[in-house]
């Protein structure tokens, strides 16, 4: 048996190659912008990182006089609570897609895929004219019932074939011992379907961390605006100063949660889409 996996690997060892090139050249560009953050711009255009020591201060200044911090606490609150608002919608949504037969189902079914064709810029202005109409243009909700309303398609036609895979003997059983529909939904079906909701979770707190067109539109007061908006304010004012330090350790900030949560993650979000796929 060992022999026979030896020779499969040896088979594909030569498709490994590109993977492991990517991969190199990837740490190595991901170093160097790590380097260049703590360096200064003289550092940098001398090809001598770090040559005058680690200046901690790129970052120090961002959160002192660049306000970095809040934009970084409002982009917490953005991606956290949209990632519950869509759970919450779309998870009872795809429950009764997955499970229940009702006249209408599948046009239902076809309209959250359809909504899924839809570019954003097509319903933008829209949505603008909507939410000044109920005057919540210049708040931190706003741009959280966006997140959820525009991903909630993605999330119902997601977790739907979770739900549709899940054994109705679950549900006759938990009836039986006189659970009620929502009470087996809540007790019962959730905790199956934990693989399914943490992989599109994490689908969703990646996409929103790191959107930009929206909250270009609807987030750009200083005091709503995100953290990957300010990016661009930082590194237009970075560059007329000649602060390039200050640029990569900006580009650090804004990358390096989604990098975390990734790399700590990385193996539910295969397992998540492998059990979504076979049970599907």
């Known amino acids: 048996?060992?022999?026979?996996?030896?020779?499969?690997?040896?088979?594909?060892?030569?498709?490994?190659?590109?993977?492991?090139?990517?991969?190199?050249?990837?740490?190595?560009?991901?170093?160097?912008?790590?380097?260049?953050?703590?360096?200064?711009?003289?550092d940098i255009f001398t090809n001598s990182l770090l040559g005058s020591g680690a200046h901690f201060s790129n970052y120090i200044d961002l959160f002192k006089?660049?306000?970095?911090?809040?934009?970084?606490?409002?982009?917490v609150i953005y991606t956290v609570a949209?990632?519950?608002?869509?759970?919450?919608?779309?998870?009872?949504?795809a429950y009764i897609l997955g499970r229940v037969q009702f006249k209408g189902r599948s046009l239902v079914s076809m309209m959250f895929v359809s909504a899924l064709a839809i570019p954003g810029i097509l319903i933008t202005i829209p949505l603008f004219s909507l939410f000044v109409e109920l005057k919540l243009t210049g708040s931190i909700l706003t741009l959280i019932l966006i997140y959820i309303c525009t991903n909630v398609p993605f999330g119902v036609f997601f977790m739907t074939g979770f739900f549709s895979s899940i054994p109705k003997e679950f549900e006759e059983?938990?009836?039986?011992?006189?659970?009620?529909?929502?009470?087996?939904?809540?007790?019962?079906?959730?905790?199956?379907?934990?693989p399914g909701l943490i992989t599109l979770s994490i689908f969703?707190?990646?996409?929103?961390?790191?959107?930009?067109?929206?909250?270009?539109?609807?987030?750009?007061?200083p005091g709503t605006r995100t953290?990957?908006?300010s990016l661009q304010s930082i590194v237009y004012g970075f560059a007329n100063t000649g602060n390039y330090g200050g640029i990569f350790a900006a580009c650090m900030v804004v990358f390096l949660p989604s990098f975390i949560v990734y790399l700590f993650v990385s193996k539910k979000i295969i397992a998540g889409i492998t059990v979504g796929s076979v049970k599907g």
Do not use: H
Not at 204 to 221: K, M, P, Q, S, T
């Open 1 to 42: 048996m060992r022999s026979e996996q030896s020779k499969i690997r040896k088979r594909l060892w030569p498709a490994y190659i590109p993977l492991y090139a990517w991969l190199i050249f990837s740490i190595i560009l991901f170093g160097w912008v790590i380097l260049a953050s703590l360096s200064t711009t003289r």
């Open 65 to 75: 006089n660049q306000g970095m911090g809040r934009y970084f606490l409002n982009s």
């Open 82 to 93: 949209s990632c519950i608002g869509i759970v919450v919608v779309a998870a009872p949504a």
């Open 173 to 194: 059983s938990s009836a039986m011992d006189g659970c009620g529909p929502i009470k087996s939904f809540i007790q019962i079906i959730l905790p199956i379907a934990q």
């Open 204 to 221: 969703n707190f990646l996409g929103v961390w790191n959107e930009y067109f929206y909250a270009l539109i609807f987030a750009n007061d």
């Open 227 to 229: 953290l990957a908006l």
